[in-house]
């Protein structure tokens, strides 16, 4: 069983920044990509950014160039550095691990409950 903790939230005024992390148990977790997503009130879940197992990220459009993600797989940690936080960016981070299953690429998702980033103008 896969546990994922996110922490780091909080609140911020716009153009400030804030590091948010997530903890996974378990021996899953460097082999397998990390998902840090966003859900603002009254809108859809959304990607913001990944990292796979081998160190390749990809962005959402909104956050590249402000946002890096990275791993630590000796600690089993994700991390999000948030630069330059915009209102819009107010949501609730989610860390998501897809752990592979089988060879035909069937995967299990886990998630973490998520840590509130407020961002004041």
């Known amino acids: 069983q896969v546990q994922l903790v996110e922490s780091g939230g909080g609140l911020v005024q716009a153009g400030e920044s804030l590091r948010l992390s997530c903890v996974a148990s378990?021996?899953?977790?460097?082999?397998?990509?990390v998902g840090w997503y966003r859900q603002a009130p009254g809108k859809q879940r959304e990607l913001v950014a990944r990292i796979d197992g081998s160190g390749s990220t990809n962005y959402e459009a909104s956050v590249k160039g402000r946002f890096t993600v990275s791993r630590d797989n000796a600690k089993n940690t994700a991390y999000l550095q948030m630069n330059n936080l915009k209102p819009e960016d107010t949501a609730v981070y989610y860390c998501?691990?897809?752990?592979?299953?089988?060879?035909?690429?069937?995967?299990?998702?886990?998630w973490g409950k998520g840590t509130l980033v407020t961002v004041s103008s």
């Open positions: 378990g021996r899953v977790f460097s082999r397998n990509a």
């Open positions: 998501n691990l897809k752990v592979v299953i089988s060879v035909e690429g069937a995967a299990m998702d886990y």
